[in-house]
């Protein structure tokens, strides 16, 4: 009985970090670039929501799945149905570990249909993504 | 037979006129799930606890916030000894003044703005020319029209009462020897006044300037308990929670609740007006007049580079944060598309702060509604809303929509009138 017990709070426990590892791989936004890169957003706001100011992680793979390093990425757009854009001026502060950037100062401030402009820049070439999404 | 045509046709325009400005269409007897979310994230009962200031490290202090109440009920802040905080941002008007205009020791060019629940905002000022709720507190007090006081005069106050030398030494430590010459000064005002600056030693500027900035911290304390308490509209979104029923009379009348469905519907008054203070805190141009007599104003456009220059900022020397925590300031936008924005402000107790637009252009509520309902061209950059076209029965019924939403404040009675002394 006792064993029982125990065997089933073992169970939970590992289901639980199961679960939030697998929450940890579900990206909140995701798009592919105009030049076949993924692009994979994660924030530090999940699921996300307005008036917070925060930061997310992107993470950028090239088509063959490599991690895209040392890119110049920036994050724009806005709300086109109101004809503004984001309140803040959201950018990256660095890179954390080859194809994972730090954007920094990303806040919503509508509920509603936004749209997002992802710009990778290599040596090169150009990639670009629009997201939307609804908040 | 032309008079009965006559009498006919006119029969026909009446009806179609009093079905123009009176109908209204019945409601659904169900929220959808979607409104029901919007409702809700409207409810004061969701407001999150008050965010931590980290510019100001007295910001929760019960002993700043009483040493604030003092400053904030003191008319021995102005220069001429008749104008306290309280004497435009008034308790008995949800910290407003019933005026279009401002006016302290003389009229100023802006509307005074409620104080209630401003603490959860980011920038303060129609046009967010300060980034906290401490240095926005300081430039009332040297502006001309306003307190027309200055720093060392102000430093000298704190030095000289026993009371607020108490309070400020408990507070913040040592207060350090105010300079006897000159009567006043400050690099912030007039060219005189900037003079007298400038005969003080670089290292009295900066004493006299830190107790100025302690003055802010000790007032933005006590702006930090002025709360929004909850009122019918909060008890009929809690209400919803466990029934989607749209009419709930005990709580909000058929006119009001039919306000709340354009609110977040058809009028979308909840794209700028949302969360729990009907306010996103955030700067939109909606095509206002320009106050009379003035230029149309640039808004957030010169307030967020006034801002980032403004030497009690997040990032300066008389902040208690680190560059970490400024994260508003650092990241702030400046493009074009902010000309002209004006901050939203919160519509909690809308019915007791009337006038209404950052210059009070506009006397009444129905006056608000029906500027929006026609979203006219802006004068300087561009509307951000859209025309609405709503019908005069829609807009009485956001006009009681928005009157139900007043309610005493959750700020306990005694920060609502001056300690005795």
């Known amino acids: ?135 | 037979m032309i008079v009965r045509a006559l009498a006919t046709a006119s029969l026909l325009a009446v009806l179609g006129l009093a079905f123009w400005n009176f109908y209204s269409p019945a409601l659904p007897t169900q929220w959808t799930e979607p409104q029901l979310r919007l409702i809700q994230s409207l409810s004061l009962s969701q407001l999150p606890p008050l965010p931590p200031d980290p510019s100001n490290r007295v910001a929760d202090s019960e002993l700043a916030a009483e040493f604030g109440r003092a400053l904030y009920f003191d008319t021995r802040l102005s220069g001429t000894g008749t104008v306290s905080c309280a004497s435009c941002h008034q308790p008995g008007l949800m910290f407003s003044d019933g005026l279009a205009l401002a006016v302290g020791v003389a009229s100023g060019t802006r509307h005074t703005p409620s104080l209630v629940g401003l603490s959860y905002s980011p920038w303060f000022y129609w046009d967010g020319r300060k980034d906290s709720q401490w240095a926005q507190a300081l430039a009332p007090l040297e502006s001309r029209h306003e307190h027309a006081s200055d720093r060392l005069q102000l430093s000298r106050l704190i030095a000289a009462d026993s009371n607020y030398r108490q309070y400020y030494t408990q507070l913040f430590g040592t207060l350090p020897e105010i300079p006897l010459t000159p009567e006043s000064a400050t690099p912030a005002s007039t060219a005189a006044l900037l003079a007298a600056w400038q005969t003080l030693a670089a290292s009295d500027q900066v004493q006299v300037s830190t107790v100025f900035a302690n003055i802010g911290k000790a007032l933005a304390a006590y702006q930090r308990k002025l709360m929004p308490g909850p009122g019918r509209f909060d008890d009929y979104a809690d209400a919803s929670i466990a029934d989607a029923a749209i009419h709930k009379e005990q709580f909000l009348s058929s006119a009001e609740t039919a306000g709340l469905y354009l609110f977040i519907g058809k009028a979308q008054c909840i794209s700028c007006h949302n969360g729990p203070l009907f306010t996103n805190h955030e700067f939109h141009n909606t095509g206002v007049l320009a106050v009379n007599g003035q230029l149309p104003a640039m808004g957030r456009y010169d307030g967020v580079r006034i801002a980032r220059q403004d030497p009690f900022n997040c990032l300066g020397v008389f902040s208690d944060a680190d560059a970490a925590d400024c994260l508003e300031l650092r990241f702030a936008r400046d493009e074009n598309d902010l000309v002209g924005a004006h901050k939203t402000p919160t519509l909690r107790n809308i019915a007791a702060t009337a006038p209404y637009m950052h210059g009070g252009q506009l006397a009444t509520l129905s006056e608000v509604l029906e500027h929006y309902s026609e979203a006219p061209t802006s004068m300087l950059s561009h509307n951000e809303a859209k025309p609405l076209g709503l019908r005069p029965a829609e807009l009485r019924q956001l006009q009681a929509f928005l009157l139900s939403l007043s309610a005493p404040l959750a700020t306990p009675s005694k920060w609502l009138q001056a300690p005795q002394r």
């Not at chain 1, 029982?4 to 169970?11: H, M, P, S």
């Not at chain 1, 639980?16 to 936004?29: K, S």
Request: aromatic share 6%; net charge negative.
């Open chain 1, 1 to 135: 009985m006792r064993n029982k017990a125990l065997w089933l709070i073992v169970g939970s426990l590992l289901t639980a970090v199961a679960g939030a590892r697998e929450a940890q791989l579900i990206a909140d936004l995701e798009a592919i670039s105009s030049s076949g890169q993924s692009i994979q957003i994660f924030s530090q706001l999940s699921p996300l929501q307005i008036n917070k100011i925060h930061g997310w992680q992107i993470v950028v793979r090239a088509a063959d799945g490599e991690p895209v390093s040392g890119a110049e990425i920036s994050v724009s757009g806005g709300m086109p149905e109101h004809d503004h854009g984001i309140p803040t001026q959201p950018r990256i502060t660095r890179q954390l570990e080859p194809g994972v950037y730090l954007l920094k100062g990303v806040r919503f401030h509508m509920p509603g249909k936004w749209q997002l402009v992802v710009e990778i820049e290599q040596p090169g070439q150009t990639g670009r993504a629009v997201i939307e999404f609804e908040l």
